[in-house]
């Protein structure tokens, strides 16, 4: 069954009840990412770090494929700055650190499944070696076929009700949650 | 914390197929910009730094990306035992739009979108090269080179990784260049970094390789001292207003290296030759206290070369310091009033040991590394 992503993520965005104009300017995956930020972060206390100190690493198997050829579709009639600029994976990142003002360590990883070892490792190291305090983590696509996030908020600092960061548990709810085909 | 070395690199660009036929180049101020009229590119005529047509071609085995990263590593590992299918080695690839091109001449299907993937290309050629490791993909906009040495030294100062195979590659075809025209961000000639009349970028295409590692070779060896992120959390597509976070990588990295603005011998900026661009960097740079640093950019003779970008000039830089010559920047001629940096406009031949590489792109991310030489050499 088709499923009409753009008016589901549009769905997502009002049932939150937030007012972020620059929301509707996003492709399909920056409204993802941005949305699924939102519900991550409901709770996290931001001000008690520098915004040098939080970071985002995520990672996908398509990198922008999905706005690569939207974008590639307007260049047969007039080139699109507008969708040019999302043809980079990280530019969701980028809309993320905009929308909650984090301005630390920021990676974009291409693999062809959630590599939970190298997600929990690298993130490990940057938290360890003090590169950052918080970093938000893990998968965002948006794939022909259909889309998925799974984001992880891990903190130095153990909090209540946090689990420990390892590779086995994040796997474990990676797979917990489905691929919503389109 | 372990010691990350520079052991090899290759830069195979139009200018040449090894690090030494580039940097004669660069010593002699020969560019590899020129004028195309390439209607299957661009309508208009266009300057780019391009490989000849049929240099580097997509066919039935590899696409023109994975040519060109492959004859990169084909090179640097040439003869020598790099430890590939070592557990301890691993392979990442740096690229913005890698395989993007096919959108341009294939029929769209599923088959088409796993092809294009990042992931496929990888693992093609890390499988190719006998990596036993599943390799990393890196793609974050203009930073991609100096992310994926930084996640690179990373891994090896925490001990997951002895070696490090580095390989980063953009092609230019009508997708990168209507975009970056879209955008009005394209010199109508040779670009001119950090000029006051500076109008846009070239773009370039080219491919480089870096192997780091814990080890080190003999001889004068440069070392990867420290490196870090950071991001604007200001605007998609355009630099920070104030430069304050680049400059906030720039100090971390140079915190980092245990170095203060008087050890810097010399900058290699990001300077793509927009307005924007350059001017932020200057503002970071100042900001940083190394406004009388000699500074660098090549994008006059390589062009904008994307994912490759700060894997060439981070090697370029790493030869300079070897031979104690700093690079001009080709194309600048007259410096502005607002935001003045030293920037190199002749050859300079002196002492060098210690240099700051810097980088941003879309999506607000800036990036910056120290490259020193070896402390032993030194002593």
């Known amino acids: 069954m088709e499923t009409d992503i ?17 929301f509707y ?6 409204k993802l990412g941005w949305l699924a930020t939102e519900v991550l972060l409901k709770d996290f206390d931001k001000a008690k770090y520098q915004p040098t100190d939080i970071g985002v690493v995520l990672t996908n198997a398509g990198s922008s494929l999905d706005a690569d050829k939207r974008y590639y579709e307007s260049v047969q009639d007039i080139a699109s700055p507008a969708l040019f600029v999302y043809t980079l994976p990280n530019i969701v990142i980028g809309e993320i650190c905009i929308r909650h003002h984090f301005k ?12 939970a070892d190298f997600v929990n490792n690298y993130v490990s190291i940057l938290l360890e070696t003090g590169q950052l305090q918080a970093c938000i983590c893990g998968w965002v696509e948006m794939a022909a076929t259909g889309y998925k996030a799974v984001l992880f908020l891990v903190e130095k600092d153990k909090k209540e009700n946090a689990i420990l960061f390892d590779a086995a548990g994040i796997e474990k709810r990676f797979i917990a949650v489905g691929f919503n085909q389109r | 914390m372990k010691k990350v070395y520079l052991v090899a690199d290759n830069i195979t660009s139009p200018l040449g197929a090894t690090t030494a036929q580039n940097f004669e180049h660069l010593v002699n101020d020969v560019t590899g910009v020129r004028q195309h009229n390439d209607k299957a590119i661009s309508d208009e005529r266009f300057f780019a730094s391009l490989f000849e047509k049929g240099y ?9 990306f994975e040519h060109l990263v492959i004859a990169s590593l084909t090179e640097i590992l040439y003869g020598v035992d790099k430890n590939i299918s070592d557990k301890k080695t691993v392979l990442i690839i740096s690229t913005t739009k890698g395989n993007i091109s096919l959108l341009e001449t294939e029929e769209p299907s599923p088959e088409l979108d796993a092809r294009i993937a990042l992931h496929t290309s990888a693992k093609k050629i890390a ?23 930084i996640t690179g030294m990373r891994l090896i100062q925490s001990g997951q990784y002895d070696h490090v195979v580095v390989a980063g590659a953009d092609v230019i075809s009508k997708f990168v260049l209507s975009g970056f025209q879209s955008f009005q961000a394209v010199s109508p000639g040779l670009c ?13 295409e080219g491919a480089a390789t870096v192997i780091l590692s814990a080890e080190k070779t003999d001889g004068e060896t440069i070392e990867l001292a420290s490196g870090a992120v950071s991001n604007d959390a200001n605007h998609i597509s355009g630099p920070s207003r104030t430069g304050e976070e680049l400059y906030f990588a720039i100090d971390k990295t140079m915190k980092g290296a245990g170095l203060q603005a008087g050890d810097i011998d010399f900058i290699s900026a990001h300077g793509t030759a927009t307005i924007y661009n350059d ?3 200057a503002k970071a740079v100042t900001l940083a206290g190394l406004q009388d640093v000699p500074l660098n950019s090549l994008k006059g003779f390589y062009g904008h070369t994307l ?23 080709k194309g600048f001629s007259k410096q502005g009033d607002a935001n003045r940096v030293n920037v190199c406009s002749q050859l300079i031949s002196k002492p060098l040991n210690s240099c700051l590489k810097i980088a941003s792109g879309f999506g607000g991310c800036n990036a910056a590394i120290i490259l020193t030489k070896s402390q032993q050499d030194i002593s």
């Open chain 1, 104 to 115: 630390g360590e920021n990676a974009f990883y291409i693999f062809d499944g959630f590599n």
């Open chain 2, 192 to 204: 001119k970094p950090f000029d006051a009349n500076r109008d846009g970028i070239n773009l370039g």
């Open chain 2, 56 to 64: 580097f071609q997509t066919d039935k085995c590899w696409t023109k």
């Open chain 2, 279 to 281: 001017e932020m960097e």
């Open chain 2, 307 to 329: 994912g490759a970008s700060g894997l060439i000039e981070a090697i370029v830089s790493a030869q300079s310091l070897k031979q104690n010559i700093i690079i001009p920047t």
């Open chain 1, 25 to 30: 300017k996003m492709d399909n995956l920056a």
């Open chain 2, 127 to 149: 499988r190719h090269f006998g990596f036993v490791n599943e390799p990393l993909v890196i793609s974050h906009a203009c930073i991609s080179g100096l992310a994926a040495m």
């Open chain 1, 6 to 22: 753009p008016g589901f993520l549009l769905s997502v965005y009002q049932h939150l009840g937030v007012k972020y104009p620059k």
